[in-house]
T-cell receptor
């Protein structure tokens, strides 16, 4: 069954801790993305990666880091430098087949809470 | 700058009434636009793409370049249409999302 798997579903972080959110896809998609979803603010792009070993900052990258060592995996680390990390985090992937854009496939999300 | 505006946070209608969720965009090139939907306790999923000019679950959306709009319409709303709807613009290598409109369809 192809798709994107995000884990864990819920994550609690203490002040000053780094935490890593997992995102794995078996869709053979080249591109992967991390968005943050807050009420009333929609989805804001944190980081994205078009190919392995390459990634770019999105609109709100401060306090976050990523890696893309494998095509299937795009983990997101929320560092202690992120001042307001409590949010719902969504991972997505996409591909262009024959030049056509078929949109993104999203994971089920990780809800991060600072305690 | 690329931007997507959804002016309504909440749209409440009765079952059988027409629905129009508004979306306006700003983009200097030729836009690729999408509507995504998030039902309660489900993943965000693609509803439709402007380029395919399709109708999904009775919804349609027409790109109006003159008004820079991509409004989502359905002639007769159903209770199962209640969800969060996001308009999105493909900008270079990434999607830019609007802030979303919650559609509530009452019986």
């Amino acid at each position: 069954d192809g798709g994107i798997t995000q884990s864990p579903k819920y994550l609690f972080r203490k002040e000053g801790q780094n935490v890593t959110l997992s995102c794995e896809q078996n869709l053979n998609h080249d591109a992967m993305y991390w968005y943050r979803q807050d009420p009333g603010q929609g989805l804001r792009l944190i980081y994205y990666s078009q190919i392995v070993n390459d990634f770019q900052k999105g609109d709100i990258a401060e306090g976050y880091s990523v890696s893309r060592e494998k095509k299937e995996s795009f983990p997101l680390t929320v560092t202690s430098a992120q001042k307001n990390p409590t949010a719902f985090y969504l991972c997505a992937s996409s591909t262009r087949t024959g030049g056509a854009n078929y949109g993104y496939t999203f994971g089920s999300g990780t809800r991060l809470t600072v305690v | 700058a690329q931007r997507v505006t959804q002016p309504e946070k909440l749209l409440s209608v009765f079952k059988g009434a027409p629905v129009e969720l508004k979306c306006n965009y700003s983009y200097s090139g030729s836009p690729e636009l999408f509507w995504y939907v998030q039902y309660s306790r489900q993943r965000l999923q693609l509803l439709l793409r402007h380029i395919s000019r399709e109708s999904i679950k009775g919804f349609t959306a027409d790109l109006n370049k003159g008004e820079t709009s991509f409004h989502l319409k359905k002639p007769f709303a159903q209770e199962e249409d209640s969800a969060m709807y996001y308009c999105a613009l493909q900008s270079f290598q990434k999607l830019v999302f609007g802030t979303g409109t919650r559609l509530l369809v009452s019986p």
